[in-house]
């Protein structure tokens, strides 16, 4: 299974003519350059007023437009807890990135990244806010952040970042809950198949 996984994808090329240029590998100068990357990832994030960091996953997919700049679409899975445990917010992050890559040409590929993103969540009350119907919301947020890359063989892509994410808190029955902020970082790493 792993000779064919490596056949198909010495086959692609620059110079197949027939395929679309998202689906060619490059090379350039020694270096292979994928133009399409799909994976998973885990980090730790942080809002600005929750009580404490998680942890979180998801799956993103990279399109390398040029050398230097991609595009990633992520989703990602996050709890939290505000006001003294009593509210729990599941939010799934949908964000639409651009990657620049300053030195297209290192093995080992720094980035900068910025992008914007919606963001769903579900507000559970309990404790001392129990008699609260909880809520759906969702909300516009961007985000900004560098972090790095490299393509181990031509398959495996391994990469780590740090985003600092912005979020428009949505308008929620609770008021206590209206003035908390949910602006966050998070540091994420992962891996992904290149193509």
């Known amino acids: 299974m792993s000779a064919m996984l490596t056949l198909c994808l010495a086959l692609l090329s620059p110079d197949d003519a027939d395929l679309p240029a998202a689906l060619t590998v490059q090379e350039e100068k020694g270096v292979d350059a994928p133009r399409f990357s799909i994976g998973a990832h885990v980090g730790w994030f942080e809002p600005k007023d ?4 998680e942890m979180f996953y998801g799956l993103q997919a990279r399109l390398y437009l040029l050398r230097w700049l991609g595009i990633e679409g992520s989703i990602d899975f996050q709890k939290s807890d505000f006001i003294d445990d009593d509210a729990e917010l599941t939010t ?6 651009g990657l620049l890559f300053p030195f297209p040409h290192l093995p080992f590929r720094p980035y900068a990244l910025a992008g914007a993103g919606w963001y769903f969540t579900e507000v559970e009350y309990k404790g001392a806010l129990s008699n609260l119907d909880d809520e759906d919301e ?3 947020g961007f985000h900004f952040g560098a972090g790095a890359e490299i393509l181990l063989g031509r398959v495996l892509m391994l990469y780590a970042d740090i985003r600092w994410t912005f979020v428009d808190e949505p308008g929620v029955d609770n008021s206590q809950l209206d003035d908390e902020e949910w602006d966050f970082w998070q540091a ?3 891996a992904g198949i290149a193509f």
């Open 188 to 190: 994420s790493i992962g």
């Open 138 to 140: 969702s909300a516009f």
């Open 92 to 97: 799934v992050p949908v964000q639409l990135t």
């Open 50 to 53: 929750a009580e404490d960091g």
